[in-house]
């Protein structure tokens, strides 16, 4: 089956610590995109790529990290800059320029 | 810079009933505009897009929605509701400027369905 997967589905930070979110598709497409979801604001935009070894900072890319090193993964890295790391993380898929296809999100909580 | 308002954060309806969520975007080009569903802790749905051509687009679901240049507005409807469509509605704008598909979202609309 094609389609986006996203794991874990949910995943817990400790003060301090780096965590990584996972994001494959394979569904073959060229661009990738990171998501945060917070009550009541919608879906805002950590990081994308369009190409492998290419990425671009969203509009909320502080405190976060991303790699493209293969065309059907692009992982996230929440840093211990994040203060606020609390929220629904939405992994999305497209053709460039065509619609974008979402991963079933990753719920990060704060121990 | 572009933005999406959708005005109603909470709406209730009955089932059987008519529905219009409504949207209202800001974008300096042609946009390409978006309708996603969102069940409680899941991933969104495509409920249905446009691009370019008829500017009444159907979708899953039995849903339809209309872009209105003039207006600025690309309103969802269904004429009657189900019980099954209680879920968040998230309306979205993007296009090729900038670079990409950039896509910004609205800060959706909840839906209630009564019995």
């Known amino acids: 089956d094609g389609g986006i997967t996203q794991s874990p589905k949910y995943l817990f930070r400790k003060e301090g610590q780096n965590v990584t979110l996972s994001c494959e598709q394979n569904?073959?497409?060229?661009?990738m995109y990171w998501y945060r979801q917070d009550p009541g604001q919608g879906l805002r935009l950590i990081y994308y790529?369009?190409?492998?070894?290419?990425?671009q900072k969203g509009d909320i890319a502080e405190g976060y990290s991303v790699s493209r090193e293969k065309k059907e993964s692009f992982p996230l890295t929440v840093t211990s800059a994040q203060k606020n790391p609390t929220a629904f993380y939405l992994c999305?898929?497209?053709?460039?320029?065509?619609?974008?296809?979402f991963g079933p999100g990753t719920r990060l909580l704060v121990l | 810079a572009q933005s999406v308002t959708q005005p109603d954060i909470h709406i209730t309806v009955s089932e059987g009933a008519s529905l219009e969520l409504r949207c209202n975007y800001s974008y300096g080009a042609t946009p390409y505009l978006f309708w996603y569903v969102q069940s409680p802790g899941q991933g969104l749905q495509l409920l249905l897009k446009?691009?370019?051509?008829?500017?009444l687009v159907q979708g899953i679901k039995g849903f339809e929605a209309e872009f209105k240049r003039s207006q600025s507005s690309f309103n969802l409807r269904k004429p009657s509701v189900h019980w099954s469509d209680a879920a968040e509605y998230f309306c979205?704008?993007?296009?090729?400027?900038?670079?990409?598909?950039?896509?910004?979202f609205g800060t959706g609309t909840q839906l209630k369905v009564e019995l």
């Open positions: 790529s369009q190409i492998v070894n290419d990425f």
């Open positions: 979205a704008v993007g296009g090729l400027t900038g670079g990409g598909n950039k896509l910004t």
């Open positions: 999305a898929s497209s053709t460039v320029g065509e619609t974008q296809y």
């Open positions: 446009y691009f370019s051509g008829d500017t």
């Open positions: 569904l073959n497409h060229d661009a």
